[in-house]
Every structure is written in structure tokens, then in C-alpha cells.
């Protein structure tokens, strides 16, 4: 369930009519490991499970393959209002110490942060040997559109899709916050055990640096948005070696960070 209808008062020039729209829905989802509270999120409901699962590999609380059991605690309007994960304490990562005290709003990914340390994340750069064509930027964007229902019915939700090397869609999902779109498409490719095909995230909205670092940490080495991207997200994509691509829209796009992985004396169209 992703969208509600809701009534409205229509007003064009000195018109004034009633009106019936499709509203994304946000909802809070609140968290348990083991049954004790670890935060509350706010997303659009469906793919909870995905979800989790990305967020939880995120924020490096769980990084094994073997697959998570999740139970529904309660539900709200037939939507999931807590949703319990059983991990193993000696399988729990150092993320779980950084308790997450605050709530976590669909628009903020690093909302409950405590210290500006718990920002800093280390691992090797990447690298990308698969020279990215920017005609085909275009066709894998036109791949996500034609799948955002949401979006067409509402005007307010975001997009996230993940591809292969070869341009191949492996999954896409939607959802009010942007990094909550991100969250479930990692955690579908990790429950389905296909996260190291991935190699280009393409987002609907801007980037900022919480959508880098989620990258980074799924070792995708390509960042493709439709919008502007933040000084931050460039700062952490040269540091990372992910190329960061932004204004994605027809003709246009502006490489930020690692512009080496694109194609040279190519013509876009």
C-alpha cells in the first residue's frame, strides 16, 4: 500500500473545484533487534523487509549472507507498524553499539547520528573497469520511469534502481525518502544474494551524502542522479572513487567525481 486518497479543495485562476488525489503514503516503522527498540523510521509502506535488511547492512548491525528472519509486532491500518529482526549477539556489528536514539525521517538518512565521528566510514576505494556509455545513462533511466507506479499516480515519490555492467535492471523500488529507496534495493539484492552484480545506482532526486556512503559500503562504483548533488557527496565520491554523475536529463548530465569512468569523445543523445 503506497498511496492514499485524499480530498481537496482545487483552485485554478478564480475556479474553485473538488478534487480526489493519490497521496503518497508516510508511515513510522519502528525497528526491534531481539525485541528491544533500535529506531523508527519514516517510509512509505511496502518492501519493509528490504528495508531493514539494507538498512541494517548500511549501518553495519549485520553484514553475514545468511538470510534474517523478520516478525511483524504490530500493524497499523493493515500496515506494518513493528517489525522485530533476531540476530545473534556475536553476529551483531559495530553499527548496533551506535544506537540510533532519534527519529529517522523519511527525508534524512543520517537523522539519529549521535557524534559527528559515527559519519566517518572506511574500506578500500573503489574502482570501476566497465566504462560507462552516457547514451546508455539515458536508456536505464527510461527503464526506471516506465516502473515508478507510484509516481505516476502521486508526483511525490522517489526512485531508486540498481543495474548490472551490461545495463541489466536487478531491481527497483520507490518510497517517500530517498535513502529509504536505497535501503530497499540493496536489501532486496541482498536477499536474494545478487548484491555483487551491482554496478550503477540511479536515483530520481538529488544526492546527498548519505545516499554516497550507502553506495560506497554496497560497493557500487556509479552514481547516476536526475538532480543536483551536494558538496558533501562530491567530497565523499572522489575519497570513495565512485563516479557521481548529476542533472541526468535528456541531453545533460554533469560528472562531479571520477568523470574517468565515462566513455571519452562520445556523443550523448
Excluded: W
Excluded at 67 to 85: D, G, R, S, Y
Excluded at 194 to 220: C, Q, T
Amino acid at each position: 500500500m503506497q498511496t492514499f486518497i485524499y480530498q481537496g479543495l482545487k483552485i485554478t485562476d478564480s475556479n474553485q473545484s473538488s478534487t480526489e488525489d493519490n497521496l503518497v503514503v508516510e508511515a513510522p516503522l519502528q525497528i526491534n533487534i531481539n525485541n528491544d527498540a533500535y529506531t523508527v523510521v519514516m517510509r512509505t509502506p511496502d518492501n519493509d523487509f528490504e528495508l531493514i535488511r539494507g538498512l541494517l547492512y548500511a549501518e553495519d548491525i549485520y553484514k553475514k549472507s545468511s538470510a534474517l528472519e523478520f516478525e511483524i509486532i504490530k500493524t497499523t491500518q493493515n500496515i506494518p507498524a513493528i517489525i522485530n529482526v533476531n540476530i545473534s549477539k556475536e553476529n551483531l556489528g559495530k553499527g548496533y553499539l551506535n544506537k540510533r536514539t532519534l527519529l529517522s525521517v523519511s527525508s534524512c538518512g543520517i537523522c539519529g547520528k549521535q557524534e559527528l565521528k559515527d559519519l566517518e566510514i572506511s574500506g578500500k576505494k573503489l574502482s570501476n573497469k566497465n566504462l560507462l556509455s552516457a547514451n546508455n545513462i539515458h536508456k536505464m533511466f527510461v527503464k526506471m520511469s516506465a516502473l515508478q507506479n507510484t509516481f505516476k499516480d502521486t508526483g511525490g515519490s522517489h526512485a531508486a534502481a540498481i543495474f548490472d555492467k551490461k545495463n541489466n535492471l536487478l531491481s527497483i523500488k520507490e518510497d517517500i525518502g530517498r535513502h529509504n529507496a536505497v535501503d530497499k534495493i540493496v536489501g532486496d539484492l541482498l536477499i536474494n544474494n545478487n548484491l555483487k552484480a551491482a554496478n550503477y545506482l540511479l536515483v530520481s532526486g538529488r544526492v546527498s551524502y548519505e545516499i554516497v556512503s550507502k553506495a560506497f559500503i554496497a560497493k557500487i562504483p556509479v552514481i547516476i542522479a536526475v538532480s543536483a548533488c551536494s558538496s558533501l557527496a562530491v567530497d565523499f565520491a572522489k575519497e570513495f572513487g565512485i563516479c557521481l554523475i548529476g542533472f541526468t536529463r535528456e541531453n545533460k548530465m554533469t560528472v562531479y567525481a571520477n568523470p574517468s569512468y565515462i566513455q571519452n569523445n562520445e556523443t550523448y543523445v
